[in-house]
């Protein structure tokens, strides 16, 4: 992420749990697990589904807002009025494992708590209970949601962003790329290069 574009921006707080993302069928059932029937359970918090391509027939509890669009310049401030913030991963990203979603980088920049499913490799990302809330179900959290001191919210919010910032910014994914490539060159220059004898001749 560009820790330019993703900060800290003082909104007013609106929802206590959020999700961003475009409508997935291999998502859904996750969101429903995840947001949507703690949403049920919990008429007296509030909730955000925001993109599009949402089918008209999901039964949205009244406590669930909808937006069908929020521009990227305006992420920052969808992520600093949540609590928390939803992160859903697609599951052929699940299955090959280490392929988090850019929204996570996103919005642990902008200082807003993640809950997200759980994959092999997340805790490379950012360390579960410390950095960021791993969830498996509906109990999970509204455990996390219920509790209303804000000390251990504001305590993860500040060690991801510290995270994300020391290690996961676009700078930081370009000079492991240029450090990948330079040792690949390296590799390659001292293996030895054997052609046939009739190849050697004919190639220069």
């Known amino acids: 992420m560009d820790p330019v574009a993703y900060r800290p921006v003082d909104v007013e707080r609106r929802w206590d749990l959020s999700y961003l993302g475009t409508y997935s069928a291999d998502r859904q059932p996750v ?6 029937e703690p949403a049920r359970r919990a008429p007296e918090l509030r909730f955000v589904v925001a993109g599009p391509q949402y089918p008209a027939d999901i039964a949205w509890p ?3 807002e909808r937006l069908e669009h929020v521009p990227p310049a305006d992420h920052p401030a969808f992520y600093g009025a949540s609590r928390y913030t939803l992160n859903v991963t697609r599951a052929d990203m699940v299955r090959a494992g280490f392929s988090p979603s850019v929204r996570l980088f996103e919005a642990a920049a902008c200082g807003t708590p993640v809950i997200s499913d759980i994959w092999d490799g ?3 990302v950012l360390l579960p209970g410390a950095e960021i809330v791993l ?5 999970t959290v ?26 996961h ?7 492991e790329l240029v450090e990948h490539l330079q040792a ?8 030895p290069f054997s052609r046939k004898p009739e190849l050697q001749r004919e190639l220069p």
């Open 122 to 124: 997340i805790s490379t």
């Open 31 to 36: 969101l429903e697990r995840l947001l949507i």
């Open 62 to 64: 009244a406590n669930v």
């Open 142 to 167: 509204l455990a996390v949601l219920r509790d209303t001191s804000s000390e251990g919210r504001d305590s993860m919010a500040r060690a991801a962003r510290s995270r994300i910032l020391s290690q």
């Open 169 to 175: 910014t676009a700078g930081h994914r370009a000079a």
């Open 184 to 191: 690949a060159r390296m590799r390659r220059a001292f293996v």
């Open 135 to 139: 969830a498996e179900d509906a109990e």
